[in-house]
């Protein structure tokens, strides 16, 4: 209350000196200046910083020139809203971590972040693709010494769900709740032997069944979805239905089926354990994948 009293008194304000305003100097450099330096003078920084080598990122940069799908704004260039977007998908940053880091408003990061990222989104369907013919035998599967070429020489990549986390409002977590606890969003990717991603479905509730999603991708030709040629198939869990196409491990009461159990419990025994031993080693072809995009791209992290 004394306080309140004091600052609240106009006598004393009269004769309180006024603390000058003075124009702060923010220091450090600016993002041009970042850019500059990570591309043309530390390029191991601009890995670390945005997860791609200086040509790489300036190949990014000069295809959405030349696309004309980004312009450049009034004090913000392309390169530095490419640069603000990957930043903050890379270092799984904040706006404010992003506002620090290029020296712009909030305001500023969130609109070329937003901007940037529909525009990747819309790349994606260029990227995210087959690159190789269906006939073509993976040298993962030739160079195996024989281990997988007698039961999936065939084999033309891996189909399987993948989990990242979702930020949902109220009201929504109970449909996109997990079995541990946390809000994920399902995804269907498929993903070839030498681990390139050629199919994506993404933005699916983590309650949506895994028939669902892949079913949706078959019906919808939007989706362009890969699927194998007669004679090749795709390896996939016991969720998926063991047809033409989408070969999935043997089931049984006594029959492992997973790395972890093999791992846990001794060598597989018998041909069909045998045999789910090898898929299941081929099928972690997901997994391996995944994991190193989270890593890379921690904004993908299970944080």
Not at 10 to 34: A, K, L, N, Q, T
Not at 128 to 143: A, E, G, H, K
Not at 206 to 223: F, G, I, N, W
């Amino acid at each position: 209350m004394l306080v309140d009293n004091e600052l609240n008194d106009e006598s004393d304000s009269e004769h309180r000196e006024r603390v000058p305003r003075v124009r702060r100097c923010r220091g450090g450099e600016s993002g041009s200046e970042f850019i500059h330096r990570i591309v043309y003078e530390e390029p191991d920084i601009c890995k670390e910083q945005l997860r791609m080598t200086p040509e790489c990122f300036v190949q990014l940069v000069n295809l959405f020139i030349n696309r004309g799908s980004l312009e450049d704004g009034r004090k913000v260039k392309i390169p530095e809203q490419v640069a603000m977007c990957l930043f903050i998908l890379a270092r799984g940053a904040s706006y404010r971590d992003a506002k620090d880091k290029f020296r712009r408003g909030i305001a500023v990061v969130q609109r070329y972040h937003a901007r940037v990222l529909e525009e990747l989104v819309k790349l994606s369907a260029d990227v995210i693709r087959l690159y190789q013919d269906f006939n073509v035998v993976l040298t993962q599967i030739t160079n195996s010494k024989g281990r997988y070429w007698s039961y999936f020489k065939d084999c033309r990549g891996a189909l399987d769900d993948t989990h990242v986390k979702a930020l949902v409002g109220e009201g929504g977590g109970d449909a996109h709740r997990s079995r541990k606890g946390d809000n994920t969003w399902n995804n269907l990717v498929v993903v070839s032997l030498d681990s390139m991603i050629t199919y994506l479905n993404v933005g699916w509730e983590e309650s949506a069944h895994d028939m669902t999603v892949l079913r949706d991708s078959l019906l919808q030709p939007k989706y362009n979805f890969p699927h194998p040629p007669p004679g090749k198939y795709y390896l996939v869990d016991f969720a998926y239905p063991n047809t033409v196409g989408y070969l999935a491990a043997y089931v049984g009461d006594e029959t492992r089926r997973h790395l972890q159990q093999f791992r846990k419990f001794g060598p597989p025994k018998g041909v069909k354990e045998r045999f789910n031993h090898r898929h299941s080693s081929l099928r972690m072809t997901v997994e391996r994948t995944f994991g190193i995009l989270k890593s890379r791209w921690r904004i993908l992290a299970d944080r």
